[in-house]
């Protein structure tokens, strides 16, 4: 009787607990931004192709740091881990997580009247794109570190600059801000690390182009 009293309680247990996993799924889904219609999706990859194809053949992209962001891009294209969609509100892009760990990368686009859509500009995506396969690069994401907040928008804006046939900033800054600072007061609660390697620069290069002090 005691056997099948255990085999009856694994059962209710193993069912209850698909039945909350089931159940976080569905939130989890709900929370997910909604994707544009599929041509908004093939024209944007487009866009991103042609986009990265150019970059490959600025200084930028021929640099070892910017070849590994621009092939990365690629590589999430090729996975479909980049999504457009209309419903980002605010941010120009973000980085989505399931629960199963795989990683989707929304990228705005804006929806006008008559199920119109229009993607944001070459050097707007490189910005955007950029800073987010540095992400998925260094893997940090979710709990990303101050250091690697600050590798993510310098290389976005390096990104940008290239992209509109601009001079790289020696000390990097984002919407008129140094990006250390910029990084320090939009992630106060971000912690530090120490031992961060930046993709392609030294730590020292990442402090001193981003304003970002090394013994904070």
């Not at 247990?13 to 996993?21: D, E, F, Q, R």
């Not at 928008?153 to 020696?170: P, T």
Request: with cysteine; proline share 3%; hydrophobic share 40%.
């Amino acid at each position: 009787m005691s056997v099948r009293r255990n085999v009856v309680r694994k059962v209710v247990i193993l069912g209850v607990g698909s039945v909350v996993i089931a159940g976080a799924f569905m939130h989890r889904s709900s929370l997910r931004p909604l994707p544009a219609p599929v041509h908004v999706q093939e024209s944007g990859y487009e866009l991103v192709r042609d986009e990265v194809g150019r970059l490959l053949e600025s200084g930028f992209g021929r640099s070892s740091r910017g070849r590994m962001l621009l092939e990365e891009i690629l590589r999430m294209l090729d996975e479909e881990m980049i999504v457009f969609s209309s419903r980002l509100d605010g941010p120009r892009g973000l980085s989505w997580s399931e629960l199963l760990g795989r990683r989707i990368v929304y990228v705005k686009v804006l929806e006008m009247n008559n199920d119109n859509y229009i993607h944001q500009l070459p050097w707007q995506l490189a910005e955007v794109l950029c800073h987010e396969a540095l992400h998925s690069l260094k893997g940090g994401v979710e709990h990303s570190s101050l250091e690697e907040e600050c590798d993510a928008f310098a290389a976005g804006v390096c990104a940008q600059a290239a992209s509109r046939g601009e001079e790289e900033e020696d000390v990097l800054t984002m919407d008129g801000v140094v990006i250390g600072e910029f990084v320090l007061r939009s992630y106060s609660k971000a912690a530090r690390d120490h031992d961060y390697e930046p993709l392609g620069w030294t730590r020292e290069e990442l402090s001193r182009r981003c304003r970002l002090p090394l013994d904070l």
